[in-house]
């Protein structure tokens, strides 16, 4: 057990392996396939014990149930879709900016009178009592909608699983209403289907899932804190601006409250005057900081972003060895 390798798997082609191999090229993390494009099994350039598993989305979501597989990228819709106790499963390690969707409840625009779940309650057990019929509802999604309907009281439906394209369902006539995943709404309203203004049932998006069925070895364990501290290190990066001035004559004043006025740290502590002062900085909050020292005497202001930033302290690491112990 201590020297199996660590199995990360990643989506095997499309928009999805496009992000995936980006987002990890951010992190210094180079995706190499020994055998040539179509390879479905690779390696990550200078990190020892980590094998690269290139799969379908589906295929991740089943390899990190099973524990075949330690470390994933996929969509939470697809996790909680398709892994029934999935909070037991897996660990969500963080969100990944790309594959953003919403799954949800879509009804005909010529039902002007349901806006909500509630309404589309009343339409079921009207269409049940009236017409000795359930609602029918198209979709991929059965579980999650069995679970968020259940979670709305409603249960006069029936679902028809679709293989197609299940927006076009209602005009079919298979279906009266949909759960579907969409990105913009476009595709639901071209044919003629609203969303209910309760009916977002998840905002999904691409994460780097663990499992916590998989088996850990060292070795695994070790590949794992190598990815995991150079992903948060370029995500820390990414979120703040590195300012450098000459610490001015009035410093030690106007930085006693850089940290709870605009979210700020020294990371070099704080030089004397006239040696160089370095501050981390939210971007959010660069301008007004730049300003407050500028106000305060600081000349040639630079403002620059860093690479990485690496910390003893890394909330992925911990997040994962807690839940594997």
């Known amino acids: 057990m201590s020297s199996q390798p660590l199995v990360l ?35 990550i350039a200078g990190v020892e014990g980590a094998e ?29 879709e398709q892994v029934a106790d999935a909070d037991s499963a897996v660990e969500m390690l963080t969100p990944l900016g790309f594959g953003n969707a919403n799954v949800v409840v879509a009804v005909p625009q010529a039902w002007i009178d349901v806006r909500n779940m509630a309404d ?37 439906y029936r679902i028809v699983e ?25 595709t639901l309203a071209a044919n003629a289907l609203k969303v209910l203004d309760d009916g977002v049932m998840l905002a999904s998006e691409a994460n780097l899932v663990a499992s916590v069925r998989a088996s850990w070895s ?20 990414r979120t703040l601006r590195e300012i450098r001035t000459l610490m001015p004559q009035a410093a030690p004043a106007i930085l006693a409250d850089v940290d709870t006025r605009f979210g700020a740290r020294l990371p070099l502590g704080t030089p004397q005057p006239g040696e160089v002062l370095t501050i981390h900085c939210p971007v959010k909050s660069v301008f007004s900081l730049v300003e407050h020292l500028t106000r305060s005497g600081a000349d040639d202001v630079t403002v620059s ?6 910390r003893n302290a890394n909330p992925l690491i911990e997040r994962l060895f807690a839940r594997i112990g």
């Not at 690269?52 to 996929?74: D, K, N, R």
């Not at 339409?123 to 979670?151: D, H, W």
């Not at 060292?218 to 990066?237: F, G």
């Open 9 to 43: 798997a990643v989506p095997s082609k499309g928009r999805l392996q496009e992000n995936a191999t980006a987002f990890f090229g951010r992190a210094g993390l180079k995706f190499v396939k020994s055998r040539g494009e179509r390879d479905y099994r690779g390696m």
């Open 162 to 186: 679709s293989l197609g394209a299940t927006e076009g369902a209602p005009a079919a006539g298979t279906a009266e209403i949909v759960v579907d995943i969409t990105t913009t709404g476009s």
């Open 52 to 80: 690269v598993a290139f799969l379908s989305a589906s295929e991740i979501v089943a390899q990190l149930a099973s524990g075949a597989a330690h470390l994933g990228i996929t969509g939470e819709d697809l996790v909680r």
């Open 120 to 156: 589309l309650d009343d339409v079921a057990s009207t269409m049940r009592i009236r017409q000795g019929r359930k609602l029918r509802v198209a979709t991929k999604y059965v579980n999650l909608t069995r679970r968020f309907f259940a979670q709305h009281g409603l249960a006069d």
């Open 218 to 237: 060292d070795e695994a364990r070790l590949a794992a804190r190598t990815i995991l501290s150079r992903i948060a290190a370029e995500e820390e990066a």
């Open 305 to 310: 972003t860093p690479a990485y930033v690496f």
